[in-house]
């Protein structure tokens, strides 16, 4: 049975705000620049996540790209963190770009700043898409030609406007209530799109990965490769096996201890024992497979939390405010023609600073508070409101609001 695994990693490091206080908006405009033992800086950060993710992780790729013909994947990388690695890491940069090299690594493409400004404002949307595909040509020599959202953040519209836009494929959650019956193993075309392809995630295999490959508590502890590519070879139907997650999944979130680069190094090798088995990037399971049906999503869903939808982001008062506050900024922003102030605007977009305001409890809390850091979501929201104000007091500094 022809059948391939469809392996998207996503890279991403935003620009934290630091301990940024009342006394400071209106005097100082550093909201990012953290000193270095501080647990918001972003060059400490950036550089413990190199050397445990990114430089062992693209070796490990590297050298089964090297040895396994049929062996491919697809990565999206946001402009936030090629930013910062081009300023901190240089050699973690190149050994993507040596990725890349190979001509078997296709990068997908998405919003510079990992923002979520496709449900605010379009015209701010289509700027950084427009600025990450500039970056991912200057870097990569690539022009992107499959779409991901923030977050895997889809609905009808966004395909409507992918596909007006000319990209091939689009990504989203294979999520239950959206497909019902039908499985995500499959490429499909969306409502109201003809020519786009849209690809969905198989969450249940991804997570198994990123989420419960190191838990000793997992009733299938250990995960091992050639139990896995078992796994998807008994998968009831499908063409494709579509494992999306997190890159930081290598060596951040599961550690080398787990065992996560050892899975990594011979699941290739157990996959391909199948004739009919391989891996494709994006496109080509695009171009190699014709879609099975379509698929109606009026509502948006993402690949956050148990709900699935932009509750993560905006699910309480806190993050509603600040960042409707924020986009209401944008025409007066814009119009300074002031190159730093706009670029400390975008990086307030970032969709993380919101992550980090989310009162959720339980399981979807515990994650929340993994990746945050900061000690409670309020100190979250204060950080990010001195900077909105400090914003506005440079926006009164040029006579621009009043």
């Known amino acids: 049975m022809k059948r391939a695994i469809v392996l998207y990693l996503h890279v991403h490091q935003p620009y934290r705000i630091r301990h940024y206080t009342i006394f400071d908006s209106g005097h100082r405009h550093d ?32 050298e089964l790209l090297e040895h396994n013909p049929e062996f491919k994947l697809s990565l999206s990388i946001t402009g936030t963190v090629l930013e910062q690695l081009e300023r901190w890491a240089p050699e973690a940069l190149e050994s993507f770009q040596k990725l890349v090299r190979t001509g078997r690594v296709e990068i997908a493409g998405e919003t510079y700043h990992h923002s979520l400004a496709f449900f605010y404002s379009r015209s701010e949307f289509e700027m950084q898409v427009d600025m990450h595909r500039r970056k991912i040509e200057a870097l990569f020599g690539q022009t992107p030609r499959v779409f991901r959202n923030t977050e895997l953040a889809y609905n009808n519209d966004l395909a409507y406007w992918a596909d007006q836009l000319g990209y091939k494929g689009i990504l989203a959650e294979g999520w239950d209530p959206v497909l019902g019956w039908r499985s995500p193993n499959f490429v499909y075309r969306p409502t109201y799109s003809e020519n786009l392809r849209l690809l969905m995630k198989n969450y249940r295999l991804s997570d198994d990965i990123a989420f419960r490959f190191g838990d000793s508590k997992w009733s299938e502890y250990p995960l091992t490769a050639d139990k896995f590519a078992h796994w998807i070879s008994n998968e009831p139907n499908g063409t494709n096996i579509n494992l999306f997650m997190d890159y930081e999944t290598f060596g951040e979130h599961q550690w080398q201890e787990s065992g996560i680069f050892n899975f990594l190094a011979h699941l290739p090798r157990e996959w391909l024992k199948t004739e009919g088995h391989s891996f494709m990037t994006l496109s080509e399971v695009i171009d190699n497979f014709d879609p099975v049906g379509s698929i109606d999503v009026p509502q948006t869903i993402t690949w956050a939390d148990t ?96």
Not at 38 to 43: A, P
Not at 51 to 56: L, N, S
Not at 365 to 394: V, W
């Open 31 to 62: 909201y990012f620049d953290a000193a270095y033992e501080d647990e918001t800086s972003n060059e400490r950060i950036l550089k413990k996540v190199a050397q445990k993710c990114y430089i062992p992780t693209n070796a490990h790729l590297q």
């Open 307 to 402: 709900e699935r939808d932009l509750s993560a982001w905006l699910g309480n008062p806190m993050q509603s405010t600040a960042i409707e506050s924020l986009y209401r900024l944008q025409p007066k922003i814009l119009e300074t023609g002031d190159l730093a102030l706009i670029e400390d605007w975008r990086r307030l977009q970032t969709s993380d600073h919101f992550y980090y305001m989310c009162t959720k409890w339980f399981n979807d809390g515990d994650i929340h508070a993994y990746f945050s850091p900061y000690k409670t979501p309020y100190e979250g929201y204060m950080n990010f409101m001195n900077a909105y104000r400090d914003l506005q007091c440079r926006l009164i500094e040029k006579g621009i609001l009043v």
